[in-house]
């Protein structure tokens, strides 16, 4: 069993204030399921890792 977590800026979903949500994927055995975190990105702020 090989399970694996990211973080996602879904950027096809548009929030009435302009901003995009940012989810959590995890991927268990091939299957995909997407968890929302209350957290939202615009779009114009850059991540730095």
Do not use: Q, W
């Amino acid at each position: 069993m090989n399970v694996t977590a990211n973080i996602v800026c879904y950027k096809s979903k548009t929030l009435s204030n302009g901003e995009h949500p940012l989810m959590i994927r995890v991927c268990k055995d091939g299957k995909k399921k997407y968890k929302g975190f209350r957290i939202c990105h615009t779009l114009g702020y850059k991540f730095h890792y």
